[in-house]
Antibody
Framework: QVQLQESGPGLVKPSQTLSLICTVSGGSISSGSYYWNWIRQPAGKGLEWIGRFYTSGSIDYNPSLKSRVTIAIDTSKNQFSLELRSVTATDTAVYYC????????????????WGQGTTVTVSS | DIVMTQSPLPLPVTPGEPASISCRSSQSLLQSNGYNYLDWYLQKPGQSPQLLIYLASNRASGVPDRFSGSGSGTDFTLKISRVGAEDVGVYYCMQPLQIPHTFGQGTKLEIK
């Protein structure tokens, strides 16, 4: 079955760029009808959707983060990535990569695969 | 943004008793295809969230049938027919209809 694994630095300095990678195993990132998402969760708080990449190539971002975020895909490595620029302490959170299975309005099966999450702390 | 509001936020339950969580959205989640775009997720302590219910009432693979989802439009409910110790955690509703996808605040279910 498909598994997701986040990786990246656990500590980022304020004003710098947070960069994370999600490695997909057990299936191809470029086949099927899937949205590949990033979601974050500050300690003790709720879930915030950051953005997504669709296998067709379309990308959507949360407007609240859009000016600072880039999501990209590397099909050769079966990975997708998150870049968050100009970070502050409020960006400290557990970051999850998540698969959402859907094909437009034809079918939808929810966020059915989650990574284990990686903790990123923004601090000098 | 569509605002998702859950209640109650803390939910103490006696083992074996039923439990119910409400989720209301600030806009209708009923799409023209007849489906309500509302999911339920459970985050057990120390774990990633896991999918329970999609499209308001469809149980995800492997989810026990004591979990059920209902509702339409802006009002939705997650019910657990008999709560067990393994159901402890935070329950979130989420709307995938519009960008940005948004979650409720989370309902923390604990055993009395």
């Amino acid at each position: 079955q498909v598994q997701l694994q986040e990786s990246g630095p656990g500590l980022v300095k304020p004003s710098q760029t947070l960069s994370l990678i999600c490695t997909v195993s057990g299936g191809s990132i470029s086949s099927g009808s899937y949205y590949w998402n990033w979601i974050r969760q500050p300690a003790g708080k709720g879930l915030e959707w950051i953005g997504r990449f669709y296998t067709s190539g379309s990308i959507d971002y949360n407007p609240s983060l859009k000016s600072r975020v880039t999501i990209a895909i590397d099909t050769s490595k079966n990975q997708f990535s998150l870049e968050l620029r100009s970070v502050t302490a409020t960006d400290t959170a557990v970051y999850y990569c998540v698969r959402l299975t859907s094909s437009g309005w034809t079918y939808y099966y929810g966020m059915d695969v989650w990574g284990q999450g990686t903790t990123v702390t923004v601090s000098s | 943004d569509i605002v998702m509001t859950q209640s109650p936020l803390p939910l103490p339950v006696t083992p074996g008793e039923p439990a119910s969580i409400s989720c209301r959205s600030s806009q209708s989640l009923l799409q023209s295809n007849g489906y309500n775009y509302l999911d339920w997720y459970l985050q057990k302590p120390g774990q990633s969230p896991q999918l329970l219910i999609y499209l308001a009432s469809n149980r995800a693979s492997g989810v026990p049938d004591r979990f059920s989802g209902s509702g339409s439009g802006t009002d939705f409910t997650l019910k657990i027919s008999r709560v067990g110790a393994e159901d402890v955690g935070v329950y979130y509703c989420m709307q995938p209809l519009q960008i940005p996808h948004t979650f409720g605040q989370g309902t923390k279910l604990e055993i009395k």
